[in-house]
Each structure stands twice: as C-alpha cells, then as structure tokens.
C-alpha cells in the first residue's frame, strides 16, 4: 500500500525530499551557511542542500568542524557537513570542543544507504581485512562517546509506513538549539531524496515548544536582591559566558545595569561579550590576573555581588587558576544566579522583575585608568603587545575583532580592551577546551561576516585580528586558501619564537615547531597578501594601521623571545605561582608579597 493509498494522491503529490525538508530546517535555525567538505556519501545531501544554502569548502573536516563552532559563537547556531567516517571522525575534535563550549552545532554526515548495509563491507568503514563483520556505527559511537546526541535517519521500511526522517532531523536540530549543545546526524543517501513527511514548522525558534520557565519562586527571588540592593552602596554584576547565546537576556541585564547604575564585570571566559570601553563596563576580572583599575574597585569597593549565568563546577582558569586570588569567587555578600532553565527563561524573568523593581539609582563613578604609553622604541613582543594594541584601538573607533589562539597569544589576550562589534563578539576562542588550531577557521567566519555587513553598511568596517604563535599557525594555515577564495580581510599577528613555547618543559624536539629558514612572507605572498616583520612598538603601530585599511590577508611578523622578561602579565605571574607552589624560596616570598599587597 502506498501513501497515495493510504492518505490520498493530494497528500502524496504535496511530500516534500528529505533534502529539502533539511534545507528548510537549517534556514528555520538561521542557517545561512555550511561547512564542509565532500565525498561520495556526501554528494546528495550537497545536491539537496545547494540551491538554498551557502556551502563552504572547508580545507578539511576538522577546520570545517572549527568554522561550524565560531559560526555557532556568532549566529547561533553551527551546521557542518562530511562524508561517511573518514570526513566525519575527524570532526570529533571540534565537536568535543562544541560540548565543552556550550555550542549548538550540527554535524551532518552522508551514511551508506540503507539497501547497501549488510551486504557488503563498505569503504571508508573501520575494517581490517581479517573481520569477519562489518561494523557501520563507528562514527556514531565515537561521537556519543563525546555525551552527544547521535542519529541515523531511518527511512520507511514499507510501503504506505511512514517516513518520518525529515521529522526526526528537525528534533534532533531544535535539540541542539534549546539545549546549546553538538548533535551527530549521520543521513543514508538514498534517503536524501526519498520522501518524507511534510512537516509544519513553528512560527519562529522561540516557539519550538521548549517550554517557559517552570522554576517558581522567581517573586521571593527577586525580593531577596532588592532588600540586598537596598543595604549596598557599590553593588556589581558578575557576568558568566553562559549568556553568550542568549541576546534578549544579554540586553535585560545591560537594560538593568544602565537604569540603576551598576557598573558590570565578566569572567575570563565571558570575555568579548560586552564593550568593554562602556562606562559602567570594568571589563573581565579573574582576581590577580587582572591588572585595570577595575580590578581595584571590585576588590576594594564593591559590596555585594549578583553572580549571573557562571559555570556551576569551578573551573580553574576562570577562578584564578585556584590561587585564592579571585575575590568574588570568597565573597560573602553575594546572590548566585546561575541559570538552570531551559533558555535560560528562569533569569530572564529575574532580570524582567528587577528591571521594573523599586530600587533608586546607584552612585557610581567610573574609575580613571591612566596608562603610560609604551615608547615606540621599544622591542615589540609579548610582554608589551596588548597594551600597544590597546593604543591602537582607543584611537579608533572600528573594533578589532580578536582571535586570539591558545598559546602565550591566549594568555596575552586578557589584557586586550575590547570594543562591541556588531557581531556581538569581539574576542573568540575556546578558552575552556583549548584546542590549538582553531584560528584561522574561526577568522574565516569572523571574515566572512564582516564582508557581509560592510557590504550592507559601508560605514561597518571591522576587522577580524588573529594573534598566533608560529606553532599554532602551522598547524592550520592551509586555511588561509580560504580567505582567499572568500575574498575576505584578516590581520594576523604571527608571534614568531620557533618553539612551542607555552606548556615547554625540556628542550626536545618535540618542542621545535619551526625552522630559522622558515620564510612566512613567501606563504604570504603566495595567498596574494602582505607582510612586514616588526621588531619596535613604533614599527608595529605604523604596519598595523596601514594593514587595517588593505584588503585580503596581511600578516605582521613578530620576533618574540621565549624568555621570561618578554612574556606578558598573566603567563609571568602563572609560571611565578606554580614555582612558588613547587617550593622555591625566591618564587613564594614574591608570590605572598604580591597578594599581600593586594
Ligand atoms: C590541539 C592541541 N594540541 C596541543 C596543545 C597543547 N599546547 C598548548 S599551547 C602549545 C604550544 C603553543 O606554541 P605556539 O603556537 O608556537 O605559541 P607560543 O606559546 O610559542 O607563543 C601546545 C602544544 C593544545 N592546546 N591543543
């Protein structure tokens, strides 16, 4: 029996492909673009997909993996496409990154199609010649490993029975929006265009029937910090990353900060969200870390703490790196609201209720930073990089968007002051996770949307910063083919010292990541961009400001000293700790002087 039997020939003729019910449900969840790359599996979702979505060449799965997570940071949602195994396993590492993270990216995968399983053992399968069957749910395994959500779309197994493949994709994709996490679709090709149920989307992502807030008590909640906000003086939010997809929320407690005057701090890993040259803004505090007057006035002054949407485990990064330095970490007088609904709909109708609650405006003066300049003579490097930059910046209006990768450039990032980018991030990383790698295709995306908005604002003129180490650049600059094809603009700061320097604790090979005769101008030139190598802060201004206002890609080579005095604040007083932690005399009695006299 057929559909046209069971329902009518009107029902039949009105089934949409797979394909294209896929192609709808990725526009429905704002998805403009995928990354991927192909294969034989693969080749009908591509066909299917084509006509409506924007398909990136990746350079490979994991940097497609990569671009899918920065474009979950930016959009809010990531869609990734590989072929069977041998594309989608290389993917595990940025959908690790993703779980780690907190981001809703989609890994879709071609799958052998359903009529080919169990006959034969298919390539690209985990099959050594002495099996004597053949395993087909490897990726699924490995990518469940990871604590994902895993499928296979499934298509009708009879006649008349009901295909519900587009129906199920779209579950599994609303389960990665509501709950900010990676799911793994693996689709069979011959399903791509197989037809499948019709399905009737909801008006708009917020009514994908997640549910409102079903926390009660949210009255005496909010009860609680007025009475608080009353007996304070210089009250302070402290604001956690779990906001960073959540837009509406993001503005209540900005709308909230401005009609009382609270001034507003972030943790490390909330870094980027926030303008950070806003008035009441004191930028991101990680106890001795943090070296602003910001810092001051949040240990000396502040007298109660609304602890919004932090990480509910500790993680040591963003506490200090435990060194019992980070003051609202201890801090008594302080309401936790960490965020456990769905969407976060238990804080934002918290921040609802506090916005329209009785509480008179607070006194709060911004306090003054008076920074010396870095004399142009000096050697550029690590140590004296992000002031400089921060120079740079005050004078100009138009934000860098900085990618810092993991490395000495991460640590130095801290130190940056950041502008609010109308992509609503203007510092993106994976700051928890870590991954070396991951730059270069998070900058494409970074790229590619700031083309997109210049191009429908000529006075948007953003640009997307890379600071990397030279380690971190090999590992990852074939993607630079990219920015080429995109036709897109990036700097990228290479930090040039030949080792991989963070982490090093021998001098083995191991730790030798470059080559003296290494010419990064000719890998430069040969993507058609420009390049200079900078030794003074002076020379470093000049190239940057030129490069800012030129197309394509520019790099600015740096030749960083892997030494101690070269390093900058946060990896100087990290290493110090951990020496002092390892009992040297010198190392403990700078360490205790330096946090007494905090
Ligand atoms: C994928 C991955 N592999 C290894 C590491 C461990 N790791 C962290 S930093 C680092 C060295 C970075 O060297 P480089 O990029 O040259 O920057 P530098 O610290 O020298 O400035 C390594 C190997 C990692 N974080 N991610």
Request: aromatic share 10%; proline share 4%.
């Amino acid at each position: 029996m057929s559909y046209e039997m069971n329902f009518g020939k009107e029902y039949n003729e009105k089934l949409p492909s797979l394909g294209d019910t896929m192609a709808k449900v990725i526009q429905f969840f704002g998805g403009k673009h995928i990354y991927g790359v192909g294969g034989d599996f693969a080749a009908n979702i591509i066909a299917a997909l084509d006509k409506d979505i924007d398909i990136c060449p990746s350079s490979n799965e994991m940097h497609a993996g990569f671009s899918a997570c920065a474009q979950a940071e930016i959009d809010g949602m990531g869609f990734c496409l590989t072929t069977y195994m041998v594309g989608s396993l290389p993917c595990t590492s940025a959908a690790a990154l993703a779980v780690t993270e907190g981001l809703p990216v989609v890994f879709i995968s071609g799958a052998p199609a359903e009529s080919e399983v169990n006959q034969l053992a298919i390539h690209h399968t985990i099959h050594p010649n002495g099996s004597w069957k053949a395993e087909y749910d490897n990726a699924l395994e490995a990518f469940s490993a990871l604590g994902m959500r895993v499928e296979r779309l499934q298509g009708q197994r009879l006649a008349g029975h009901p295909n519900l493949a587009g129906q199920s994709f779209y579950q599994i994709v609303a389960e990665a929006y509501k709950n900010k996490q990676p799911v793994f679709i693996e689709v069979p090709r011959d399903q791509v265009f197989a037809k499948t149920q019709p399905i009737q989307l909801p008006s708009c992502v917020d009514n994908i029937c997640c549910g409102s807030n079903v926390l009660g008590g949210s009255e005496l909640v909010v009860a609680n910090i007025v009475t608080k906000l009353k007996q304070a003086q210089k009250p302070l939010l402290y604001i956690g990353d779990r906001l960073k997809h959540n837009t509406h929320l993001k503005q209540l407690i900005i709308a909230f900060a401005n009609k009382f005057n609270i001034p507003y701090a972030t943790t490390w890993f909330a870094k980027g969200l926030f303008d950070e040259y806003a008035s009441l803004c004191l930028g991101a505090y990680n106890g001795v870390f943090t070296q602003t007057v910001g810092r001051d006035y949040i240990e000396q002054e502040v007298d109660y703490v609304i602890d919004v949407a932090t990480s509910i485990f500790s993680q040591d990064c963003n506490i200090a790196f435990a060194t019992g330095t980070h003051k609202i970490e201890t801090f008594d007088n302080k309401t936790l609201l960490k965020g456990g609904s769905l969407l976060e709909k238990d804080l934002i109708d918290i921040f609802e209720k506090l916005l329209s609650s009785d509480i008179s405006a607070f006194e709060f003066e911004p306090p003054i930073e008076e920074i010396a300049p870095v004399p142009t003579s000096e050697e550029i490097d690590f140590n004296n990089l992000a002031a400089t930059l921060n120079e740079l910046q005050a004078d100009e209006q138009s934000p860098y968007v900085y990618l810092p990768e993991v490395g000495n450039s991460y640590f130095t990032s801290y130190s940056l002051k950041i502008r609010q980018s109308a992509l609503g991030r203007t510092w993106l990383t994976n700051p928890w996770y870590g991954a070396m790698g991951t730059a270069l295709p998070y900058a494409r995306v970074v790229a590619q949307r700031i083309k997109e908005q210049s191009l429908a604002d000529v006075n948007k003129q953003e640009r997307a910063v890379i600071i990397v180490g030279d380690g971190g650049f090999h590992f990852q600059l074939n993607e630079l083919i990219n920015f080429l094809k995109d036709q897109t603009d990036v700097t990228i700061i290479y930090m040039r010292n030949n080792i991989f320097h963070l982490g090093k604790s021998g001098d083995g090979k191991i730790y030798h990541c470059n080559d003296g005769d290494f010419n990064v101008h000719h890998i430069i030139s040969a993507y058609q961009g420009q390049s200079k190598t900078c030794t003074t802060v002076g020379d470093f201004k000049e190239c940057f400001t030129a490069f800012s206002q030129m197309s394509g890609i520019s790099l600015i080579e740096i030749l960083a000293e892997p030494v101690e005095e070269k390093q900058c604040h946060e990896l100087k007083l990290l290493n110090l700790y951990i020496k002092s932690k390892n009992g040297q005399a010198d190392a403990l009695m700078e360490w205790q002087e330096l946090t007494q006299a905090e």
